[in-house]
């Protein structure tokens, strides 16, 4: 594609930044500004001749702004191919002038329903023109240069002044595929908007929209690309965070840490502070305790030799006690909603430790949807939002578990939902001692959470392993009586699982035999 003159430029934008310098700079090449409302209005203030789209049309807006650039001499100047006689010759014969840059975005659609907007609101927010502008100038990309992101205008200014006025083929081709994206986003929300409105769990057509914060230096591997984009959801977290300090983040960095603010934003920070230590997206330790260095000290003590290289979430304020305690060990990333300025320094003595603060926690209960690939498509599921239901526990054993017990088995059914399926969680006095996960056997997990608990008694130098005294969750039920019968001999008293087994009356006998206690959740937490 040829290079191409730019003598007139439709500009019509929600967002203004840096909107009037670049526009000041269009206008030194002589280049004629085509606006509209409070575009052309912010363009007059600041000294720059403005056409009105009216005088164009000969139409004026009507129907309070909804109808005032779906004209034909607007986009016909936009959908005109120049090198076509035809093409041409209609635009002389009907007088419609070439626009050869459009510059428009949205009406901010995602923002003015994340603030709250009732439902006409909403629907007044549903931009036209703007979409159908942004597609014609895109479809005509041989002809017409379209902008849609304010942080284009620099390259676009660069180009047109090593041009002398023009732009080039690739770069209108570049910005064509980048309006055709944003156009799709917008509509993606705005279905999805409805569908929620609606009521409506499984929508015949799902669009996935995001803006891509950051381009990763590779994947899970170094031969798989990667990027991290953001969507509209405004839940605090990776998403949301001020990297304070460190080095750019990884693909397994941004996963891994997003997994370890989940668990931890579990834990009510006005009940407790809470530490969560994360190693391949599965927790290697987790506690509760009065302080944030208490709770990091218990929950390194469930796996040392994991936590080294991990990442750890707060649940509160990074504090100078926790923060000395964490910079003891290799650790890849710290999360947390705050830091005090006296934390920030002692992690600052560790310039590649990367420190990421949040300003709040997620809420556990909120609604959410979770997208899995699989080949030719895609899963969408509601986010796991389900917690322990007091009221729906259910004694099946002759004993009862005692306060201590039953709080230490909340806490270890609450870790489990963030482990991977199958998965065993020992805790004792709100600490983790023992995570077994993802294996294809539940028995398994019971035996290498047992053994890691040996593990880390001998680091320790204590006489015996802490899951002697212990409680013990299941993220699903125990499908035979073996997994109990592990699970009793590691030392554990107690043991909180879903129940719903064939085998359920097997599995309570053996607790009986055992003489644990048992608590049936009615609730699975499967996490693959």
């Known amino acids: 594609m040829p290079t191409r003159k730019i003598t007139r430029a439709l500009i019509s934008v929600s967002d203004k930044t840096g909107l009037v310098p670049f526009a000041q700079a269009l206008a030194k090449y002589e280049i004629t500004l085509v606006s509209t409302g409070g575009t052309a209005k912010a363009l007059r203030e600041a000294g720059l001749t403005v056409v009105d789209v009216a005088e164009i049309t000969g139409s004026p807006e009507m129907m309070d702004g909804r109808v005032k650039t779906l004209h034909p001499k607007i986009h016909g100047g936009l959908l005109a191919m120049r090198d076509n006689a035809k093409h041409v010759a209609a635009m002389d014969a009907h007088s419609i002038p070439p626009i050869d840059l459009l510059v428009v975005n949205l009406y901010p659609f995602e923002a003015t329903v994340a603030d709250g907007a009732d439902f006409e609101t909403a629907i007044e927010n549903i931009d036209i023109g703007g979409p159908a502008l942004i597609r014609a100038a895109a479809k005509n990309h041989a002809g017409v240069a379209v902008v849609v992101d304010p942080e284009d205008y620099e390259q676009v200014l660069e180009e047109i002044a090593i041009h002398e006025g023009c732009t080039t083929g690739g770069t209108r081709r570049h910005l064509a595929a980048k309006a055709f994206a944003h156009t799709g986003a917008y509509d993606g929300a705005i279905a999805t908007w409805f569908a929620d409105e609606l009521d409506v769990t499984a929508p015949h057509k799902r669009v996935i929209g995001g803006t891509r914060a950051v381009k990763l230096r590779y994947g899970e591997n170094p031969h798989q690309w990667a990027a991290f984009y953001k969507t509209a959801e405004r839940r605090a977290g990776v998403a949301t965070a001020t990297q304070v300090q460190g080095k750019e983040l990884s693909y397994n960095n941004l996963n891994d840490t997003d997994a370890a603010f989940e668990l931890v934003a579990e834990f009510d920070p006005n009940s407790s502070a809470a530490v969560a230590i994360i190693k391949h997206a599965n927790p290697c330790g987790v506690a509760v305790a009065a302080t944030l260095a208490e709770a990091y000290t218990k929950a390194v003590a469930c796996d040392g030799v994991s936590a080294f290289g991990g990442i750890v979430a707060l649940n509160a304020t990074l504090d100078t006690e926790a923060a000395e305690d964490i910079i003891k060990i290799f650790t890849e990333v710290i999360i947390a909603p705050n830091a005090?300025?006296?934390?920030?320094?002692?992690?600052?003595?560790?310039?590649?430790?990367?420190?990421?603060?949040?300003?709040?926690?997620?809420?556990?209960?909120?609604?959410?949807l979770t997208y899995r690939a699989l080949a030719g498509g895609f899963l969408v599921q509601s986010r796991d939002n389900r917690l322990v239901d007091h009221e729906a526990l259910k004694v099946v054993t002759k004993r009862k578990p005692s306060e201590q017990e039953l709080s230490d088995m909340i806490f270890a059914f609450t870790v489990a939902k963030h482990v991977k399926s199958n998965t065993i969680v020992y805790a004792k006095d709100g600490a983790t001692v023992g995570i077994g996960?993802?294996?294809?056997?539940?028995?398994d997990s019971a035996r290498i959470a047992a053994r890691k608990a040996q593990d880390a008694a001998e680091t320790l130098g204590l006489s015996q392993p802490l899951t002697i005294g212990s409680v013990a969750a299941s993220d699903a039920f125990f499908p035979f009586a073996d997994g109990l019968q592990?699970?009793?001999?590691a030392g554990a008293t107690a043991v909180i699982q879903p129940g719903g087994s064939m085998r359920d009356d097997e599995v309570i006998a053996a607790a009986?035999?055992?003489g644990l206690a048992m608590i049936f959740t009615g609730m699975r937490h499967f996490r693959h």
Not at 342 to 357: C, D, F, T, V, Y
Not at 437 to 443: K, L
Not at 486 to 489: D, L
Request: no cysteine; net charge negative.
């Open 340 to 368: 005090t300025d006296a934390a920030k320094e002692i992690i600052a003595s560790k310039k590649n430790l990367r420190l990421l603060l949040t300003g709040a926690l997620p809420d556990p209960h909120a609604e959410g």
């Open 437 to 443: 996960a993802g294996q294809m056997s539940r028995v």
């Open 486 to 489: 592990v699970v009793a001999e």
């Open 512 to 514: 009986d035999a055992a």
